[in-house]
């Protein structure tokens, strides 16, 4: 009677031979670095480790794939940052990783807040006023711009608009 094999026997003998072309290769390692770094960049955001820390394992993946890993730290800081947030953390590693001046971020940033800023104004305006002719008035009176539909039509169309502006930026 023949003996029985396991599917790990039965997948080694079928692959026995068969190698990776370089190209396969490459691409393999690059997934590789990728998911090194960006696991790095999500312990540095969660806070896990701190910069002089990711700057130290960063210095470490480099080697004779900086500029590849540079460019993999900053799509995923990028990535994650955020105009209704503070971004020192991401705008911090950017700096020192990825030797971004980070000037126009910032300035980027304030705009943003500044453009909401005045929105928020116009339309809680427009909210009380909408309310007043409703009957309802009085200094405690402030409309909920989460349920307003322009508020959450121009936040959208914001935010878009600043990615597009971000891109160009650092890319």
Excluded: C
């Amino acid at each position: 009677m023949g003996e029985i094999k396991s599917t790990i026997d039965l997948v080694l003998e079928k692959t026995n031979g068969l190698t990776l072309s370089s190209e396969d290769k490459e691409k393999l390692a690059q997934k590789e670095l990728e998911k090194k770094i960006q696991g790095l960049i999500s312990r540095y955001l969660d806070q896990f480790i701190p910069l002089s820390r990711l700057t130290e394992e960063m210095e470490k993946i480099a080697g004779a794939k900086k500029d590849l890993s540079v460019r993999l730290a900053k799509r995923h800081l990028l990535a994650h940052l955020d105009f209704d947030r503070d971004n020192s953390h991401i705008l911090s590693a950017l700096e020192e990783i990825a030797d971004v001046d980070t000037a126009p971020l910032v300035a980027l940033q304030e705009q943003y807040q500044s453009e909401i800023e005045e929105a928020k104004k116009g339309i809680t305006e427009k909210g009380i006023e909408k309310l007043r002719k409703k009957g309802i008035s009085g200094s405690a009176v402030v409309p909920n711009l989460g349920r307003d539909p322009a508020w959450t039509q121009f936040l959208e169309g914001l935010h878009k608009r600043y990615q597009e502006r971000l891109e160009p930026m650092v890319l």
